[in-house]
């Protein structure tokens, strides 16, 4: 099914623009450092980390429909949805334009919204 007004995005990519944004505006990433436990102590807070603690003026929470224990409030604010995505290896632009020629988005309507 081909749906003349949807759009989408590659979520790696969508991942990956976000940090480097975040580190232009300077951020702190702080790779393989899942987040245990937010604690507010006056204007800052501690992030209890496998690593270690960090203190830190500010913090943006970013997280998916299965949000963990450090963001418990959220667990009910969040609903997951269904995605089906379709990987493959990279394609050719001439295929690419053969099987969508006006670069729209394609999905299998079978899974959509059943």
């Known amino acids: ?3 003349e007004v949807s759009g989408g995005l590659n979520p790696a990519q969508y991942v990956a ?3 480097a944004a ?9 790779a393989r450092a899942r987040v245990n436990r937010i604690e507010r102590r006056g204007s800052r807070f501690l992030l209890q980390t496998d690593r270690g603690t960090l203190k830190a003026e500010s913090v943006l929470v970013a997280t998916s429909g299965y949000t963990g224990n450090a963001t418990k409030k959220l667990q009910r604010r969040i609903i997951p949805i269904g995605s089906f995505i379709i990987a493959t290896e990279r394609l050719s632009d001439q295929l690419a334009n053969e099987l969508s020629p006006k670069n729209r988005m394609i999905f299998d309507y079978k899974h959509y919204l059943n």
Do not use: E, W
Not at 22 to 30: N, V
């Open 17 to 19: 623009g976000l940090a």
């Open 22 to 30: 975040a580190a232009r505006a300077g951020a702190l990433l702080c």
């Open 1 to 3: 099914m081909v749906d």
